[in-house]
């Protein structure tokens, strides 16, 4: 039981940063169809960004860690926004009305050529941040094992879930969130009623991107360690959180990316920690044969 | 057909459309085509099947790039606008042009009240300072929202679906659609409306409805109707101005009773034997 509930509380954990970051691939695949592939390396973008925020801010001698991440958040959100803004207005606007495959392998350049910039920019090593957010609690303990939650996967949980209710609220009570919502189900009309759609779409990549900085900063608080490849990986789990919880779906992508964290955490923790990944994409195989359109997808209605 | 500027849409065109042509590879679906529309008229459009009706609506909204001609928006309140050169989403927010479509498109998922919303988004997104203002709850946004949905309010209630503002659009039954789709285009406080046949799987009686708020708009409204329409009571009860198309060129252009006669008209829509349509050829 004790070992059980230490489990979900890594799951959780796990779950929030991929959460945040399937949320980037759902909006933008629910506002312009495409699997944008390059958002995983965004999101490392936005680790190695907030890693070079904490180097900058210790080097000037701001240590008082709230304010020193809060900063960071900010700086990290606000210049991997600006990364993903121009990824979009570079590699995807201009074949926005070119055919579907077209913007699909502009986005898997987009990946190599983040990855490839990072590695040459950065180096190939593994890139280390001493612990910044220490301690923990101790729940309670049975026998010898100690169930722990610590402060980071406190914060963790506690920003995602904060994130995620402001996003909600942008989506569901501004104008903004209005106009993504029009530009989702019909991009012409939505042009035609004065949307500026153009428009819209960047600010779903900036949103996406803001939200891949939270988890980048995130990822990086609770590992530690960062590399120009982490993008791949977790970009892979985040898609198939997204795919899992019905791509399109907002809450599906906060679902999905809880179920992923929570199989492969158990997984790793009953069976076998080299398979996690293997139990990750079958629960997806599984789901998509009963579920072809994820768990909250709508069925995808042919537009005339 | 009538002399010079004694027509009123002649003396005061707000819609201009000169040697308009529109060609898809080796087709020719309008052949250049002038008229004028006038601003406080009812204008329609009308002509058989493919005769290139829409298309002309498609080079208006900026759906089509036409392969010639001028499309000159005259704005009285300021420069006109060439709406040849703008995107849609310019025509609609610039130059104030707002279409319906012949199959209906609505934001289904939607509800009613926000698919009215959503045609406001321009005024709201600038006084929110782009959203901005809104996450941190800045007044002046609240005044923007509170401004937009008394307008939304106010067009539900001329099309009479006050009471489903909070359904999903899609769930309407049709002809509430239609009209929900006019109060959207209404919303973005059109210069110039484009119907494409409003009245088409109507009932009687809901057409009738529809005549009244088409009529109400030209009276009340700054907006130019222009439509497009097979109906022909409908067209000759409330239309000021008729446009004829046949094969993608204008075969008439006048009031509605100078239409009904035109012997061109007749023959586009009832078809001629040989000899009369050698007749018509020869005449003048």
Redesign the interface.
């Known amino acids: 039981m004790a070992y059980f509930l230490q489990q979900l509380i890594n799951g959780v954990t796990l779950g929030s940063i991929y959460g945040l970051i399937a949320i980037g691939y759902t909006m933008v695949y629910g506002i312009i169809g495409m699997i944008n592939f390059a958002h995983g390396d965004v999101f490392m973008v936005g680790a190695f960004i907030a890693l070079i925020a904490f180097l900058a801010l210790t080097t000037i001698g701001i240590t008082a860690v709230p304010l020193a991440l809060l900063l960071v958040l900010i700086i990290a959100m606000v210049l991997t926004a600006v990364w993903g803004w121009t990824v979009e207005r570079v590699a995807y606007r201009p074949l926005r009305e070119s055919f579907r495959l077209a913007p699909l392998i502009t986005a898997i350049g987009m990946s190599i050529v983040l990855q490839n910039f990072i590695q040459i920019a950065q180096g190939a090593r593994v890139k280390p941040l001493q612990p910044i957010v220490t301690g923990g609690y101790e729940l309670f303990h049975q026998g010898s094992f100690s169930v722990i939650v610590s402060n980071i996967q406190i914060l963790i949980v506690a920003t995602t879930v904060l994130v995620m209710g402001?996003f909600w609220?942008?989506i569901n009570?501004?104008?903004?969130g209005?106009?993504q919502?029009?530009c989702e189900?019909?991009r012409?009309?939505?042009?035609?009623?004065?949307?500026?759609?153009?428009r819209t779409i960047s600010?779903t990549f900036v949103l996406g991107a803001g939200l891949a900085a939270v988890a980048g900063l995130l990822y990086l608080l609770y590992y530690g360690v960062i590399d120009f490849f982490i993008g791949f990986v977790v970009g892979i789990k985040a898609f198939t959180a997204a795919v899992f919880g019905g791509i399109g779906s907002i809450p599906g992508a906060m679902l999905g990316g809880l179920i992923i964290g929570l199989i492969e955490t158990f997984w790793s923790a009953y069976f076998t920690i080299e398979y996690k990944d293997v139990a990750a994409f079958s629960m997806l195989a599984i789901v998509l044969i009963f579920f072809p359109t994820g768990l909250l997808g709508r069925p995808e209605v042919e537009k005339? | 057909m009538g002399g010079a500027n004694t027509k009123s849409w002649d003396r005061d065109p707000i819609l201009t459309v000169e040697h308009l042509s529109m060609h898809f590879g080796g087709i020719t679906a309008v052949d250049d085509v002038s008229f004028a529309v006038g601003r406080k008229d009812i204008t329609a459009l009308i002509g058989p099947n493919g005769a290139g009706k829409t298309t002309v609506f498609n080079c208006i909204?900026?759906?089509y790039k036409p392969t010639e001609g001028m499309l000159t928006l005259d704005a009285k309140d300021g420069p006109p606008h060439f709406l040849e050169r703008l995107?849609?989403?310019e025509?609609?927010?610039d130059a104030r042009v707002?279409?319906t479509?012949q199959?209906i498109?609505?934001?289904?998922?939607?509800t009613v009240l926000?698919n009215l919303?959503?045609?406001?988004?321009?005024g709201?997104?600038r006084a929110?300072g782009?959203?901005f203002g809104?996450?941190f709850g800045l007044g002046r946004f609240g005044l923007a929202?509170k401004e937009a949905i008394d307008l939304a309010r106010y067009w539900l209630g001329q099309v009479g679906l006050l009471p489903r503002a909070d359904e999903a659009a899609g769930s309407l039954p049709y002809g509430d659609q239609r009209r929900l789709e006019i109060a959207?285009?209404m919303c973005?406080r059109p210069r110039l409306l484009c119907l494409d046949e409003p009245a088409a799987g109507l009932n009687a009686k809901e057409s009738d409805a529809l005549n009244a708020l088409l009529q109400a708009i030209r009276d009340k409204e700054d907006t130019a109707v222009f439509l497009i329409e097979h109906d022909m009571s409908v067209v000759m009860r409330i239309s000021d101005h008729v446009i004829v198309l046949d094969y993608g060129k204008k075969i008439a252009d006048g009031t509605p009773g100078e239409v009904r006669i035109d012997p061109h008209v007749i023959a586009a829509y009832l078809g001629v034997s040989d000899e009369d349509g050698a007749a018509l050829e020869a005449r003048p």
């Open positions: 402001a609220l942008l009570r501004t104008e903004l209005r106009a919502r029009a189900q019909d012409l009309m939505a042009a035609l009623s004065g949307v500026d759609v153009d600010l005339v | 909204t900026g759906f995107t849609d989403y025509i609609n927010a707002a279409r479509f199959n498109r609505l934001f289904p998922g939607m926000e919303m959503v045609a406001q988004h321009n709201l997104s929110s782009f959203s809104a996450i929202e959207r285009a973005t």
